[in-house]
């Protein structure tokens, strides 16, 4: 009854920011999205009694760079917050990545891409054509700051990966499928900020982020039940 309740709130939470994107109501968005991660934090907290210290600490950090991330993006109109949120959230993914990288150590079992390291060729190329696509209309700056960006998430879910086989399956799927998530999240908005207007972009972009989000906080959750 507890998790329904939850997860009741949640839904309510979500909703309102999306409706919010909907209606590119400022006020809703000022209401809702920062409580995503508040409520997304305060439930893997309530859960994590199993969890080892170390993996704890290296998910709210990330979970507190990503809301941290998500207040400036309130205000990405302005260059400078944008840079700052980009700046935020390439501190949760490079979080992310140590995180999951620990959960392999602590697996004891060999990564997975130590056995097949081809599967990094998607990412790489991935990585290759997105960039070269937006170089032409990054200032000098945001050549940078979006080469980074980048790296840090591909890196993220390279390592959201490399758990193929170190632990639970099922946790597996919830965080690979929350890391790929993420990278369609942000490619949105760089695509819709730098290339072309993307249709209903605000509800694509906050609808594959908070899903990203949720799984890989379900996903660790899951690991250690």
């Known amino acids: 009854?507890?998790?329904?309740?939850?997860?009741?709130?949640?839904?309510?939470?979500?909703?309102?920011?999306?409706?919010?994107?909907?209606?590119?109501?400022?006020?809703?968005?000022?209401?809702?999205?920062?409580?995503?991660?508040?409520?997304?934090?305060?439930?893997?907290?309530?859960?994590?009694?199993?969890?080892?210290?170390?993996?704890?600490?290296?998910?709210?950090?990330?979970?507190?760079?990503?809301?941290?991330?998500?207040?400036?993006?309130?205000?990405?109109?302005?260059?400078?917050?944008?840079?700052?949120?980009?700046?935020?959230?390439?501190?949760?993914?490079?979080?992310?990545?140590?995180?999951?990288?620990?959960?392999?150590?602590?697996?004891?079992?060999?990564?997975?891409?130590?056995?097949?390291?081809?599967?990094?060729?998607?990412?790489?190329?991935?990585?290759?054509i997105i960039y070269i696509v937006l170089f032409p209309h990054l200032g000098a700056v945001l050549r940078i700051s979006v080469f980074v960006y980048f790296v840090a998430i591909l890196t993220m879910s390279v390592m959201a990966l490399n758990r193929y086989g170190n632990g639970h399956p099922v946790s597996f799927v919830m965080v690979f499928t929350g890391s790929l998530l993420f990278i369609v999240s942000d490619s949105l908005i760089a695509v819709n900020r730098f290339l072309v207007a993307i249709p209903f972009e605000g509800l694509l972009v906050m609808s594959t982020y908070i899903a990203a989000q949720y799984l890989i906080m379900r996903g660790l959750l899951m690991q250690y039940e």
């Not at 999306?18 to 920062?34: A, C, M, N, R, V």
């Not at 994590?48 to 210290?53: D, G, K, S, V």
């Not at 935020?88 to 979080?95: D, E, G, H, I, R």
Request: charge should be positive.
């Open 1 to 128: 009854m507890k998790k329904i309740l939850l997860h009741f709130l949640f839904a309510v939470i979500v909703i309102g920011d999306l409706i919010g994107e909907y209606l590119h109501s400022t006020q809703l968005d000022y209401i809702f999205k920062p409580l995503i991660l508040v409520w997304i934090g305060m439930y893997f907290l309530l859960h994590a009694r199993h969890i080892e210290r170390k993996v704890l600490r290296l998910a709210l950090l990330a979970l507190l760079a990503s809301w941290c991330g998500d207040l400036f993006m309130m205000f990405a109109t302005d260059s400078i917050y944008f840079i700052l949120g980009i700046a935020s959230f390439m501190v949760a993914q490079a979080l992310y990545a140590f995180l999951f990288l620990h959960t392999i150590n602590l697996s004891g079992k060999k990564p997975f891409l130590k056995k097949k390291p081809f599967w990094m060729i998607p990412y790489i190329s991935y990585g290759i």
